[in-house]
Structure formats: structure tokens, C-alpha cells
């Protein structure tokens, strides 16, 4: 059974930084593209960034461009999301999921078939 287990959300003042880690465990991503998405009250969910897991190549929102660091360890099978100069407009519950669809970056929540359950982010002003 794939699991993916965030961690790392919290309260913090705009200006602050976070650190978010998925820890998968059940398969081995190889091929895969493993993301963050947000979705805050309201809105839509969005595609935030991505890491290739195989090639390393990393995506980013424009927004977030500068601010946030997508990463991987392979060897712990987990990806953080690093997340610095945070605004308000920044909160949300940030969830991390994989797609088989390595190579680019999907950005559709319907290319991704593995989902954790969520953690939240709130930026205060």
C-alpha cells in the first residue's frame, strides 16, 4: 500500500519559513513526478512545484518562484518543500502527491494517483 505522509505545517508570521516533508513509503517512485499542491479556502486546488524523482528537475508556480525550494532524498524516500519569505496569500493546506507522468511537470490534480492527507499552512499578517 502507497503512502504519503506530510508533515511540517504550522502557524508562522508573514516574512517566516516553513519546511514540509512527504514521506512515501510502499513503492519506489523511479519515473515518477512527486509535487505540492495548495488549496486554500474556497479556491481550486493548484499545483505549487514539482520534482522529477528520477532526473531531479524541479517546477515552480511563478509565485512561489524564489521563495520555495522543491528537494528529494532518495535514499529516505521523501521530499521536502522548503518555503521562505511566506505571505499571507501563502496559506493553505498544502497536500503531496506523484504522478507516473515523470519527464515534465504535471500540473492537473488528475495526473496524480497518489495523495497524502494534507497539512496545514497558515501565514499570518
Known amino acids: 500500500q502507497v503512502q504519503l505522509v506530510e508533515s511540517g505545517g504550522g502557524l508562522v508570521q508573514a516574512g517566516g519559513s516553513l519546511r514540509l516533508s512527504c514521506a512515501a513509503s510502499?513503492?519506489?517512485?523511479?519515473?515518477?513526478?512527486v509535487g505540492w499542491f495548495r488549496q486554500a479556502p474556497d479556491k481550486e486546488r493548484e499545483a505549487v512545484a514539482a520534482?522529477?524523482?528520477?532526473?531531479?528537475?524541479?517546477y515552480y508556480k511563478d509565485s512561489v518562484k524564489g521563495r520555495f525550494t522543491i528537494s528529494r532524498d532518495n535514499a529516505k524516500n521523501t521530499v521536502y518543500l522548503q518555503m521562505s519569505s511566506l505571505k499571507p496569500e501563502d496559506t493553505a493546506v498544502y497536500y503531496c502527491?506523484?504522478?507516473?507522468?515523470?519527464?515534465?511537470?504535471?500540473?492537473?490534480?488528475?495526473?496524480?494517483?497518489?495523495w497524502g492527507q494534507g497539512t496545514q499552512v497558515t501565514v499570518s499578517s
Open positions: 502527491a506523484a504522478s507516473p507522468l515523470g519527464g515534465r511537470w504535471p500540473t492537473t490534480e488528475y495526473e496524480y494517483n497518489y
Open positions: 510502499g513503492r519506489t517512485f523511479s519515473g515518477y513526478a
Open positions: 520534482v522529477d524523482w528520477s532526473f531531479g528537475n524541479t
